[in-house]
């Protein structure tokens, strides 16, 4: 983008100086252009290997697109052809029975959460490198949280369906398990983290490793623990809605019936109660997030 | 707490005189500390009434859990094997492409919803709220939704990936730019440089890094929502999964979950290995 009608101030090298460096920045820019269009290559035979393999071809995608639109122009139609929003009374008909779905749901959340959190802030200092010296335990305790972060939520949740019968506490569980494994993890990084001063100094007082961890550790990882824990409870709330398909309480066999019986009011009536639902929790825990000091910004 | 001989014992009552602070907190404090507690309890006590848990069907649900985990070994696939990997190989191949997709998707997207990319406000709020309302979605009832418009299959697990990480990555991608630094879009304007050579030459370069990393890293967590999405028809390892976990076959169930657990390793290595390799860290 030169402009070739102002004067020119710069000095060029003379030609002889300037033609090796030339070749060089021409080499390198051949090379990196090779190389991104072998990236290039390479993602594109991958990706055409995996339409393969899930039975997608473009005709398909491009036939079945179109079902996109009407689907969605479905969902917002009431049964008499209306608009859903000029009768919001209709549309939400069943809003007591939602709404007490939508409290079941968040409380399978708020609990899973709590106690999951709870059992992860317990293991995750025998997980940690700097508190716990013995290396079995060490290598249990993460294991398990690998084991429990792992396995999807939902397994979790048909087993417990089958043990301990349909209703929301096999989805307690289901969440109570996973949140051990996530929170596990980032809990004991947080504490292989730490300033090592306070916990020498209890240790200099003859302090036993519950004192330790109490007065040592936990001061200086509970914004992070908090912060974490917040941040899951979030997702937790949103893995809680699906929790009803396999039939771990929650709102999610409501609106897994609504889907299989294209009652499609009810289907984007439920959406929007889960949506407004999750977006306010999201902002009430980001809120919270802030104010605590150090949050963890992802 | 048991002190050498040859030490002064420490006096306890003259400390707490002078260091009231530390040596006990004031009442306001702890009665505020314990008030937090019980309101944080309290829903927990509102679940256990509310839906009706009683320390039987814990006892009963949990015995009974432990009969299934002796009857998971030894693990066996049965005369399965070949169905299960293939069954695997499409749950990859989902998460593969949803998450491709989305990342393509994204971008595009991401750059009308920063603020040092684009100028108008109300476009920025309108693609970053429809950001969140995708994400507020879990990708299982996308793929329910998806079943509804394209049928039972793979195609409708690929399609529910990608919409709700096209909400995650919108998010993420935008949150990129926007952190990015100012000086290279600087530099180039001085150089008389327009939007869009800023866009490619300053603002590029930052963010390809990080983007590399989190499509990387959504690979890895895509492969495990992948394997759930067959619960509900979506095609991949899920709907073998719950086939037999609701026949009550618990070996292969075993079997199942272990050829999940070392398929989401295989592809947690490969993507740490190419995350290091693009970012250097």
Same mark, same amino acid.
């Given at each position: 983008m030169t402009d070739s009608s102002k004067p020119r101030t710069s000095q060029l090298l003379p030609d002889g100086q300037l033609a090796p460096l030339l070749a060089s920045y021409a080499r390198s820019l051949r090379k &990196?252009?090779?190389?991104?269009l072998g990236f290039l290559a390479t993602m594109i035979a991958l990706t055409l290997l995996a339409a393969w393999v899930a039975e997608? &071809?473009?005709?398909?995608?491009?036939?079945?697109?179109?079902?996109?639109?009407?689907?969605?122009?479905?969902?917002?139609?009431?049964?008499?052809g209306t608009l859903v929003w000029t009768d919001?009374?209709?549309?939400?008909?069943?809003?007591?029975?939602?709404?007490?779905?939508?409290?079941?749901?968040?409380?399978?959340?708020?609990?899973?959460?709590?106690?999951?959190?709870?059992?992860?802030?317990?293991?995750?200092? &025998?997980?940690?490198?700097?508190?716990?010296?013995?290396?079995?335990?060490?290598?249990?305790?993460?294991?398990?949280?690998?084991?429990? *972060?792992?396995v999807p939520d939902?397994?979790?949740?048909?087993?417990?369906?089958?043990?301990?019968?349909?209703?929301?506490?096999?989805?307690?569980?289901?969440?109570? #398990?996973?949140?051990i494994g996530a929170l596990g993890k980032q809990f004991t990084e947080l504490v292989e983290n730490i300033d090592m001063g306070p916990v020498e100094g209890l240790e200099a007082t003859?302090?036993?490793?519950?004192?330790?961890? *109490?007065?040592?550790?936990?001061?200086?990882?509970?914004?992070?623990?908090?912060?974490?824990?917040?941040?899951?409870?979030?997702?937790?709330?949103?893995?809680?809605? #699906?929790?009803?398909?396999?039939?771990?309480?929650?709102?999610?066999?409501?609106?897994?019936? &609504?889907?299989?019986?294209?009652?499609?009011?009810?289907?984007?009536?439920i959406l929007v109660i889960i949506i407004v639902t999750v977006y306010f929790i999201d902002i009430l825990t980001s809120r919270l997030r802030y104010r605590l000091q150090g949050a963890p910004s992802s | 707490m048991n002190f050498p001989k040859i030490w002064p014992q420490p006096d306890i009552a003259a400390m707490s005189k002078s260091y009231p602070a530390i040596m006990g907190p004031s009442i306001v404090r702890r009665s505020a500390t314990i008030a937090l507690c019980?309101?944080?309890?309290?829903?927990?006590?509102?679940? %256990?009434?509310?839906?009706?848990?009683? %320390? =039987?069907?814990?006892?009963?649900?949990?015995?009974?859990?432990?009969?299934?985990?002796?009857?998971?070994?030894?693990?066996?696939?049965?005369?399965?094997? %070949?169905?299960?990997?293939?069954?695997?190989?499409?749950?990859?191949?989902?998460?593969?492409?949803?998450?491709?997709? =989305?990342?393509v998707l994204a971008v595009p997207f991401s750059l009308?919803?920063?603020?040092?990319?684009?100028? @108008?406000?109300?476009?920025?709020?309108?693609?970053?709220?429809? @950001?969140?309302?995708?994400?507020?979605v879990d990708t299982l009832i996308w793929a329910l939704i998806w079943i509804g418009v394209v049928g039972l299959g793979p195609f409708a697990g690929v399609l529910a990936i990608m919409t709700s990480d096209f909400g995650a990555f919108g998010k993420l991608f935008t949150e990129t730019l926007e952190t990015a630094d100012t000086k290279p879009v600087e530099g180039i304007a001085s150089t008389g440089g327009g939007a869009l050579a800023s866009l490619r030459f300053a603002l590029l370069p930052q963010i390809m890094p990080v983007i590399v990393g989190q499509i990387l890293y959504f690979f890895e967590s895509n492969t495990r929502s992948a394997t759930i999405?067959?619960?509900?028809?979506?095609?991949?390892?899920?709907?073998?999964?719950?086939?037999?976990?609701?026949?009550?076959?618990?070996?292969?169930?075993?079997?199942?979950?272990?050829?999940?657990?070392?398929?989401? =390793?295989?592809?947690?290595?490969?993507?740490?290995?190419?995350?290091?390799?693009?970012?250097?860290?």
């Open positions: &990196s252009r090779l190389r991104f997608i &071809s473009p005709v398909l995608f491009f036939t079945k697109l179109g079902g996109f639109t009407s689907y969605f122009g479905r969902l917002a139609h009431l049964d008499n919001p009374v209709a549309w939400f008909w069943g809003w007591k029975r939602w709404l007490r779905l939508l409290g079941e749901t968040i409380l399978i959340g708020y609990t899973g959460t709590f106690i999951g959190a709870l059992l992860a802030v317990v293991m995750s200092f &025998s997980g940690a490198t700097n508190l716990n010296k013995n290396s079995v335990t060490r290598f249990i305790v993460k294991r398990f949280f690998e084991f429990c *972060r792992t939902l397994v979790f949740a048909l087993v417990f369906v089958v043990a301990y019968g349909v209703g929301p506490l096999p989805g307690i569980l289901a969440i109570i #398990i996973h949140t003859g302090a036993g490793r519950v004192a330790i961890a *109490r007065f040592g550790a936990l001061p200086q990882v509970l914004p992070g623990y908090l912060s974490y824990t917040l941040l899951r409870f979030e997702i937790n709330v949103r893995s809680a809605t #699906i929790m009803g398909f396999v039939g771990a309480g929650g709102i999610g066999d409501e609106l897994m019936l &609504s889907i299989r019986r294209f009652y499609y009011a009810d289907i984007s009536a | 019980v309101l944080a309890l309290s829903p927990l006590v509102l679940a %256990w009434q509310m839906f009706g848990i009683s %320390w =039987a069907q814990l006892v009963h649900g949990t015995v009974q859990l432990g009969q299934f985990v002796v009857l998971m070994f030894p693990p066996t696939p049965s005369r399965f094997f %070949w169905l299960f990997l293939y069954a695997l190989g499409e749950t990859v191949a989902i998460a593969f492409l949803g998450t491709v997709g =989305a990342a009308l919803a920063a603020r040092n990319v684009m100028p @108008f406000t109300l476009v920025r709020v309108v693609v970053k709220r429809s @950001f969140d309302t995708i994400r507020s999405i067959g619960v509900v028809g979506a095609g991949g390892i899920g709907l073998h999964l719950y086939e037999e976990i609701r026949t009550l076959e618990w070996q292969i169930v075993c079997f199942i979950v272990i050829m999940i657990l070392i398929t989401v =390793a295989i592809i947690d290595q490969i993507s740490t290995r190419l995350r290091r390799a693009f970012i250097g860290i």
